[in-house]
């Protein structure tokens, strides 16, 4: 009995846990939680003190997780995720606003499908969408600017994603296969860790290269591929007709996987959000791998 009381772990341990992980920054954290900062404390320390494990590191930018932390956090999403949806089965008719970012490079399809199964399900809902340039989601959660977002995760972060697929070099369908350098690249803003992802490769490969177009949106970066200016990196899925995607059989560096996973603030309706996400989920689930 003292060893399932010893890892007996409340809902909201794991939500002070998640808020904290979101905003990096305990006082963010228990503002959005509506706690004392000194609660969420004590609430991470009982937490850590149940598992064994430390899972925060303070340094001079925030709050950082630990190895056992990057562990802890998609398990302990989806734990909150399947709580909500199970205390959604029983309540009321939704009713309210929420704001959603949708990146723009999986075109109005994508979003289409998702807001069809939302609205289907919660015709009383008021939904705002930005579509645009994901790197910029994960601060507009954390300022409160958005409830929801989707974003690209980087290759390192912990986040249980909730569509995955190949990265590929997309050129147009008339391009030369094999890379001749100079290679001109067509990538996303300076923000996007995609851009570096690009340049690193194309260099640890000894390719030369010349960035000729930078763009916030997918459709700048697009335009460029299509129009056979450059060369871009993008998900499978994403491609335009009359593109073709490149890779290592070509004589082009290997990239990593996209990952996107599903970003919600603290401050956000708990009930809308959980709604939404399942309606993103389903809308992700549904597209072409």
């Not at 007996?8 to 939500?15: F, G, I, T």
């Not at 509506?34 to 001079?60: C, D, I, P, Y």
């Not at 704001?99 to 807001?115: E, F, H, K, S």
């Not at 697929?165 to 030369?176: G, L």
């Amino acid at each position: 009995m003292q060893k399932i009381e010893r890892y007996a772990v409340s809902p909201d341990l794991l939500r002070a846990f998640v808020a904290v992980a979101q905003h990096r920054n305990l006082t963010r954290a228990a503002e959005g939680l509506g706690r004392t900062q000194s609660a969420v404390s004590v609430q991470l320390r009982r937490l850590e003190g149940r598992l064994g494990a430390r899972l925060f590191r303070r340094e001079a930018r925030g709050m950082t997780l630990t190895a056992d932390g990057l562990r802890l956090l998609p398990a302990a999403e989806r734990v909150l995720r399947d709580l909500e949806r199970i205390g959604a089965m029983f309540r009321t008719t939704l009713a309210g606003p929420i704001r959603v970012g949708i990146p723009d490079d999986y075109g109005t399809a994508m979003l289409q499908r998702i807001l069809r199964r939302f609205a289907d399900r919660h015709p009383e809902v008021e939904v705002t969408v930005r579509c645009g340039f994901s790197p910029t989601f994960p601060r507009a959660v954390r300022d409160g600017d958005l409830d929801l977002a989707v974003h690209a995760c980087a290759p390192d972060e912990a986040a249980e994603p909730v569509f995955e697929e190949a990265m590929v070099w997309a050129a147009a369908a008339d391009w030369p296969k094999a890379p001749a350098p100079p290679v001109p690249l067509a990538l996303f803003d300076r923000d996007c860790w995609w851009r570096d992802l690009a340049l690193a490769a194309l260099t640890d490969a000894g390719l030369a290269h010349n960035v000729v177009l930078t763009s916030e949106s997918a459709w700048g970066v697009k335009a460029a591929i299509s129009s056979g200016m450059a060369v871009g990196i993008l998900g499978l899925s994403t491609l335009e007709p009359g593109m073709q995607a490149l890779g290592p059989a070509d004589g082009w560096p290997a990239l990593p996987a996209s990952r996107l996973a599903v970003l919600r603030s603290p401050q956000a309706d708990g009930r809308i959000a959980a709604a939404m996400e399942a309606a993103i989920r389903d809308g992700f689930g549904a597209a072409p791998a």
